[in-house]
């Protein structure tokens, strides 16, 4: 092969893979965000005495949820929901957190659950924070939890290195989005330099000051138990590793199942924010 043809097939194989660079970059939130367009229902029409709510983020986006009361609360959760489906899927787990006596607030990011607004990570923060804050409006601030689910256990980390919760309960957690992006799509180059949103929860989780537990389904083909695991161990604070045998990433038993649900419960007792029964 001359040295024409050699250039040629060089050129063509740079001009292949700088369309591939450009075909990830332009697509990787669709890879990662999917906002629900579903209307959201009235609270009270999912969870009896809740409330819908909205407050607005720092940069100006309207944003709506529902705030769970419970008999005599002695603390409250605050519920950072994956990259899917809407507040009323959490309802469940509202319902069962409530019965235990704790307050709940269920709220969308910008662009779900009816939301203006694009989400980004940037983003997501930001509505984390307005959330919080809406929330300590409600309840003594000292006493609030933080359960994040899967996306939204990296929203959470994030959140906790800024204001440390009462306990930070991670569902499902991931070290970061180039870690889990490579394992489920080893064809393209995911790297953290060519993502727009990293959620690099393995570089933050030893800067929070909160009690930590970590569930993680034993099956779960979205977010592998190692993942989880490998972010537990990174923990600053780490008190206990929950697995939920059999369990796959959307299964309910990780919704809002018992372990789930009872291993929350025990998490913010031993914290101080649950009066024994």
Do not use: C, K
């Amino acid at each position: 092969m001359d040295l024409s043809r050699v250039a040629i097939v060089a050129g063509f194989v740079v001009l292949a893979a700088f369309a591939l660079l450009l075909v990830v970059w332009s697509t990787q939130r669709g890879l990662l965000y999917f906002p629900d367009g579903r209307a959201v229902p009235l609270a009270a029409t999912a969870l009896p005495n809740a409330e819908d709510v909205a407050f607005v983020s720092e940069d100006g986006i309207r944003l709506r949820g529902w705030f769970v009361p419970a008999r005599d609360a002695s603390a409250a959760v605050l519920v950072f929901n994956g990259n899917a489906g809407n507040r009323s899927d959490r309802a469940p787990l509202a319902a069962r957190l409530s019965r235990e006596g704790l307050a709940v607030l269920l709220f969308d990011y910008r662009g779900y659950g009816g939301n203006p607004g694009s989400p980004t990570e940037t983003g997501l923060l930001r509505d984390a924070r307005a959330a919080r804050a809406y929330l300590a409006t409600r309840v003594d601030e000292t006493r609030i939890a933080y359960f994040g689910e899967s996306l939204g256990a990296a929203v959470a980390v994030a959140l906790a290195v800024e204001r440390a919760p009462l306990a930070l309960v991670l569902r499902s957690p991931f070290t970061s989005v180039a870690e889990i992006g490579a394992h489920h799509y080893p064809y393209l180059p995911v790297h953290e330099r060519l993502l727009q949103d990293t959620y690099r929860s393995i570089g933050h989780i030893g800067d929070v000051a909160a009690p930590l537990l970590v569930i993680a389904g034993e099956r779960d083909e979205v977010v592998p138990p190692g993942f989880s695991r490998r972010l537990y161990d990174a923990a600053a604070r780490p008190i206990r590793y929950v697995i939920v045998p059999g369990a796959d990433h959307n299964d309910p038993d990780l919704f809002a199942g018992p372990t789930v649900v009872a291993e929350t419960v025990r998490m913010i007792r031993e914290a101080g924010g649950v009066r024994p029964p």
